[in-house]
């Protein structure tokens, strides 16, 4: 239960499940097409890489700027 | 475990002001930040009325909000009951502050070493306290003089706690208002103290548990209060 | 028998007496100490002994009546056990004086419990230290103290003399027994520049605490030790006079101070150019920069201009963003560049300086001031904002309302730049920004129980999809055109990775996946984690509870709304869309804002209802607050917008004619009035702490704050304007298909009409 706290379960569970969803039906929804749905999912996880790579950046050159 | 708690006499309290300055020399901490704080209140209406003090440190609750929403966890509890917060860490985000129903944090608005009360200059602060220098279990904890932009408050002077001393405020009350211990261990000070005299704690209700027990009666919702201490500090840019 | 037990008692007392009373004082010799004073001269037969006596004082020199303590040394001599001490006041010729016939007065004397200038002790081993204090006489002069041991006895007595003594000077100032402070330099009145050095002399006889420097009654500086000697700068001061004063406490407590004034006389000094103007130099610079590259491109496009005939009329209509710019197009580029310069340097010096210029101050006492500001209301606001792309996505695609086609792409593009000013108003209001990876190094270990956490979770999930979203279905459109727009072509080609012209069916069906999956996650975000930041906090009266989850869906989904209704009003008049975009989705987006704008009052009178009919008293002053109080001047006219805006809206929704400007009008007051009522959500709570121990607070934001939010603003227009310079808006490839197909726009004049 230690894990399954109020925010594991809001997160995990309510807020990314139609996430979740989203992605299967992106794989399995017709008309299937391999491609696109390969397309769709690598820039998904890349935007979202490339967002966190982002925010680093930024608070590595503030760091510079704040005393 | 220990689980470190205080009892505060009010009926003791003469509004000396000893601890506030007690802790704020113990812990370096800028102008307008009073970890210690003492609340001066009028209770009643005139003729009927009196002047109440209230020293309010941090309850170091056990249930305490703070430390559920902070983004980074800066904000967190020992095993030992103290809430703290790592300087290191902080963002300064300040929903410790905003999520705390006491008041007890305080942000550093400007750098510390240039919001002292006077202008020390190059030699900084002559009464700094080498033992903020220190990282306790790992992360610093202790000290309101480190860096802007992060939040501070009462550490029920962690730094003295591990040299066997009581805190500051602890130690420095003219007429023994606080006792401080363990509130695990029945035979303790505190434990007694809570146990012998009828206490409360304050904003109960609101299920933050919190460690701090004034000892006398309860605050008689029937009365009015109003605060004495209005004047506003000014901390300037 | 009575004569015998008289004799008895006598037999036993004598010898008791006899054996017991040497030990007593008794039967000393001499004068005996503390009887009275012993001037050691005249009857006695001395002779010179070998003994030394040395004699010690802190200061010589001191002030009339100042204590003064004497240490006298003695050491040597080769008689008895009995020696005695003597301070005199001059040792020839003979008689020696009693020090108190010069002035003196004994407070104290080695035997502790008397004032005698003589001391006798009786177990003199060869060194001894005796100490006596006095007070200084009361007037000026030198005045010599001696010391003289006497012992022996019998018929020759010795004694000795510490012949030097001490030679006090008493002079003048400073209350007595305080210390005298003397300034070296600079000596007064004089003219000084640069750094000077102020050099004390401070006399003590107790021994100095410490000593302050002020100048014009401000300490610059404390030390506590030899020497007393400070550098000043002082191209701090202005030129003039200032006063400069040097205090010296002892650790008695008593102080004396020297204060002279000195003649500041500093060249004028160039001053250093300020950080902002720099800043501003650099922003002007960069625009200037872009606006002559863009004329420069315009020159080249006009060469070129013959060379892009493929477009036909409607597809120049469309793509009349991407193919001329004019002068209000120039002028939005100016200004947004300019306010986004002005965020990057007020941003520079809040970083630098502290969030202590901006209005925001700690709750309670002693600042009583609120923690939280107009960045948070920011924040809140674009966040509602960013809704206005999904509800036209699931409008579009769920609801298949397929009128507001035209406009879908301008909605997501509002959402994905709102979505980045909510996430930069968030990391201004960090008092560490540069910290702001450790949420993401320690996110596992916070999701558990922080909604910011939540939030940043959400945030990062919506804004991923919307552009997502955004780019999947441009990818068609990118295709159609990467041949027409030859400028482009490198960058849509880019942008083309994967692209096969049988994509389409599968994109869409991707995109009503994603539609619906943002709508929902819209109620997870404003009516899930936003307001869950601010009702889960106890702590808050006026935030607590569980009317916040709702109430902010409903004020999202109107900000959203109006947002979206005035950016297609200003580019519909701006690019000349009016064929292209129908007048009527105004009249149906503008219903839609109707109904959730009094959704929203009626949420508000919910709130208003429960605080005030019997609750506790901390949301009751809140409350009243608004109603009544510090805040009725702000919250009344607030109501009053966002009821006049919903009269007016639902008045067009069912009136017969229609005129769309009313409806921009209204969403710009509704804008306004939201932005407005955040602020009178997130601060009258701050500034009314529950704890009634409190004082309440105020709040004020500073013009940083405001600069921030504006460059925000700014940033948002600009970063709207280079996408639509770059990339088609409006759908080309759908347009042409209605075209095709008989639906949709006429064909205007022959000629390629003036657009911007």
Known sequence: MGFLSIGVVLVFGIILAPVIILILASIFGKPRNLRVTAIFLGLFGGLILIGLAAVWLLTTLLSFVMP | ????????????????????????????????????????????????????????????????????????????????????????????????????????????????????????????????????????????????????????????????????????????????????????????????????????????????????????APLDPRKPRKPLDVYREEVNP | MRKGRIFLVLALLVPIIIAVAPLTDAFLGGAGSGIQPYDGGGSCHVTPSTAIVTMFTPSLTVAPVESVIVTVNVSGGNSGPILGVMLVSALNPAPASIPSSVGWTITADPSGSGTDNYYEISNYAGQVSLQWSLT?????????????????????????????????????????????????????????????????????????????????????????????RW?????????????????????????????????????????????????????????????????????????????????????????????????????????????????????????????????????????????????????????????????????????????????????????????????????MDMGRPDRLFEMIIHYSERVSTSPLVWDITVILIYITLSILYLYLLMREDLAYLRDKLPRFRWLYSLLLFGYRENEKEKIDRIAWWIALTLLVIVFLLSGGVIPWLFGLIAAQAGWFGAIQGPMYLAAALSSALAAVIVMVAVMRRAFRWEKHIDVD??????????????????????????????????????????????????????????????????????????????????????????????????????????????????????WIEYSLVVGTIAIALLLIFLFVKVFPIMEVKGARRLTEEGVGTKEAQPSPPEVE
């Open chain 2, 1 to 216: 475990m220990v689980r470190h708690g205080m009892a505060i006499d009010l009926s003791r309290c003469m509004g000396c002001r000893a601890c506030v300055e007690a802790c704020k020399v113990e812990n370096n901490t800028p102008h307008g930040v009073f970890w210690m704080l003492l609340l001066r209140f009028e209770e009643g209406t005139y003729p009927n009325s009196k002047i109440r003090y209230i020293s309010r440190p941090c309850q170091h609750c056990d249930n305490a909000p703070c430390t559920k929403v902070c983004p980074v966890g800066a904000r967190f509890k020992r095993d030992d009951g103290l809430v703290l917060t790592d300087f290191d860490r902080c963002i300064g985000c300040r929903y410790c502050e905003v999520s705390c129903p006491y008041g007890v944090n305080y942000f550093n608005w400007k750098k510390p070493s240039k919001n002292q009360y006077y202008d020390w200059g190059t030699s900084g602060l002559p009464y700094r306290n080498p033992d903020h220098n220190i990282k306790y279990e790992g992360r610093l904890v202790s000290g309101g003089n480190h860096y802007l932009g992060v939040m501070g408050k009462c550490t029920f002077c962690v730094h003295r706690l591990v040299k066997g001393l009581k805190p500051a405020c602890v130690a420095n009350c003219p007429v023994g208002v606080f006792t401080f211990g363990d509130l695990d261990d029945p035979n303790s000070a505190v434990s007694k103290a809570i146990a012998e005299k009828e206490h409360f704690r304050l904003q109960e209700e609101l299920g933050t548990n919190p460690k701090v027990y004034y000892l006398g």
């Open chain 3, 136 to 228: 200084a006489p009361p007037t000026e002069g030198t005045f010599a103290l001696f010391a003289r041991a006497h012992h022996g006895g019998g018929g020759e007595p010795q004694f000795a003399n510490d012949e030097a003594g001490l030679s006090f000077i008493v002079g003048t100032g400073g209350i007595s027994g305080a210390p005298v402070v003397s300034i070296i330099s600079p000596s007064d009145a004089e003219s000084v520049e640069g750094v000077m050095t102020v050099n004390a002399s401070i006399e003590s006889s107790t021994p100095i605490a410490y000593a302050l420097l002020q100048i014009d009654g401000v300490v610059v500086d404390n030390k506590s030790q030899e020497p007393f």
């Open chain 3, 231 to 427: 550098d000043v700068n002082t191209t701090e001061y202005a030129n003039g006079e200032h006063s400069l004063n040097i205090t010296a406490y002892d650790t008695n407590g008593s102080f004396g101070y020297k204060e002279i004034t000195v003649n500041v006389n500093n060249p004028e000094a160039e001053k250093a150019i300020p950080n902002w103007v720099w800043a501003a130099v650099g922003g002007f610079a960069l625009i200037l920069g872009i606006v002559a590259v863009a004329l420069f491109m315009r020159k080249r496009r006009k060469e070129a201009g013959a060379s892009e005939p493929k477009l036909d009329l409607t597809e120049r209509e469309l793509l009349a963003p991407l193919l001329h710019t004019k002068l209000p197009g120039y002028a939005v580029l100016v200004l947004s560049a300019l306010g986004a310069a002005l965020f990057l340097a007020v941003w520079y010096i809040q970083m630098t300086q502290g969030l202590v210029l901006t209005g925001m101050r700690d709750y309670g006492v002693p600042l009583q001031g609120s923690p939280w500001g107009i960045y948070i209301v920011n924040f809140i606001w674009f966040v509602g904002i960013a809704h206005g792309g999904i509800v036209m996505s699931a409008a579009i695609r769920v609801m298949r309302l397929e009128k507001y086609k035209s406009i879908a792409r301008m909605a997501e593009l509002l959402t994905v730049v709102t979505l980045l000013m909510a996430g930069l108003s968030i990391v």
């Open chain 3, 585 to 702: 989705i105004f009249r149906g987006m503008g219903t839609a804002l109707s109904v959730l704008v009094i959704i929203y009052l009626w949420f508000t009178l919910h709130e208003q209802l429960t605080y005030q009919y019997a609750a506790p008293t901390s949301e009751h002053d809140i409350s009243n607050a608004l109603l009544f109080g510090q805040y009725a001047l702000f919250f009344w006219p607030v109501i009053a917008m966002l009821l006049g805006s919903f009269a007016y809206l639902a008045a067009s929704a069912i009136a017969r004619k229609f005129n769309p400007t009313g409806t921009v009008i209204a969403s710009v007051v509704l804008l306004l009035a939201f932005w407005l009522k955040r602020f009178l959500i997130v601060i009258p709570s701050l500034t009314h702490p529950r704890l009634g121990l409190y004082p309440s607070g105020v709040y004020f934001p500073t």
